[in-house]
């Protein structure tokens, strides 16, 4: 969810040049951007887990609390004078703009309720191909023989992780699924992210501020109905403890920490600094998701994710940011 609502806010960061800023101050954004985001991922699944967590299979409903604290969040910094006021947007593309949101952060939830960790975040690398294909096909984009190379291997890496872990049970047709919908969710609301910055001359966080309260309401008024359908569960039917209650705080704060950390990114790091960052957090899931919490890791699916980040490490060596 703030992994996803923050896709909101790379496609700018991306593009920005060093601003100049100290080394110990860019190595402070770097580390709460990195630690934000890495964190937030397994306190979300430490929240959701069944087994071993605290069972508020709700991921959609998740997804709208993390919707509101991030309005919040940009809102406070605005009043604040930290951040420029929100531009006039047409409401025709703020609900538009939403909706692809909505799809994009509940289905990336619900993604990691129904998934390993690892199967989760190397499923999200295939957004790249996916951009590419909507840049080549209705932009007219042409990318070169390397960069066809590296999308290749990102696509072949997640597909020995995928086919991996359904074979040894790790997954099922449902998770694949919802992984697929997150990664042409998440890849539209990126293209049309940038579209409507371009189009109407504004900032991320401005963007940011004008959806996310409404994705926020919505993703609360459908959130309990579709948690039910997927996690067979009904939201009034869960008991929230002091333990859940916390965790629960902890998720907010680190998405909140995910989106304040992309706005103090704008201006800090190059478009190839800002791609390392975002294999660091990769890398990071990965590991942790092995070591930590003692994730399946044969050496076909490990082969797997090192095909498919070096595949995407190789697309940004070669210009292409997605």
């Given amino acids: 969810m703030a992994d996803a609502l923050s896709q909101q806010t790379q496609h700018h960061a991306a593009s920005a040049g060093y601003?100049?800023?100290?080394?110990?101050?860019?190595?402070?954004?770097?580390?709460?951007n990195v630690g934000s985001a890495v964190t937030l991922v397994f306190a979300n699944k430490a929240l959701m887990s069944i087994q071993g967590g605290h069972g508020f299979s709700f991921a959609v409903t998740l997804s709208g609390i993390h919707s509101l604290a991030a309005a919040g969040c940009v809102?406070?910094?605005?009043?604040?004078?930290?951040?420029?006021?929100t531009?006039?947007?047409p409401w025709k593309a703020t609900?538009?703009?939403?909706?692809?949101?909505?799809?994009s952060i509940g289905s990336l939830n619900l993604s990691l309720l129904v998934n390993s960790v690892g199967l989760y975040q190397v499923a999200k690398l295939l957004v790249i191909p996916f951009v590419c294909g909507v840049e080549a096909v209705w932009m007219g984009r042409r990318f070169n023989n390397a960069i066809m190379l590296a999308i290749a291997t990102v696509m072949v890496g997640v597909g020995v992780v995928t086919i991996n872990d359904i074979r040894s049970g790790a997954t099922q047709l449902l998770g694949v699924l919802l992984a697929a919908v997150s990664v042409v969710a998440s890849g539209s609301h990126q293209v049309l992210c940038g579209s409507l910055q371009r189009t109407y001359e504004l900032q991320s966080h401005q963007l940011l501020a004008a959806s996310a309260a409404v994705q926020g309401a919505m993703l609360l008024l459908l959130g309990p109905w579709v948690d039910a359908w997927v996690s067979g569960r009904w939201l009034g039917s869960y008991t929230l403890t002091v333990p859940a209650v916390g965790v629960l705080l902890l998720s907010c704060l680190f998405s909140m920490g995910v989106n304040v950390s992309h706005f103090m990114c704008l201006g800090r790091f190059s478009a190839a600094t800002f791609q390392v960052l975002g294999h660091t957090k990769t890398v990071l899931v990965l590991l942790i998701s092995w070591l930590a919490h003692?994730?399946?890791?044969?050496?076909?699916?490990?082969a797997g994710m090192a095909v498919a980040v070096a595949g995407m490490q190789t697309a940004g060596c070669h210009g292409y940011i997605p």
Avoid at 294 to 302: G, H, V, Y
């Fill in 19 to 32: 601003g100049g800023s100290s080394v110990a101050g860019a190595g402070c954004v770097w580390s709460l």
């Fill in 75 to 85: 809102m406070a910094a605005q009043a604040a004078g930290l951040a420029e006021k």
């Fill in 294 to 302: 003692e994730e399946a890791m044969s050496a076909r699916k490990a």
């Fill in 87 to 89: 531009k006039s947007v």
């Fill in 95 to 103: 609900l538009w703009f939403s909706l692809v949101g909505v799809v």
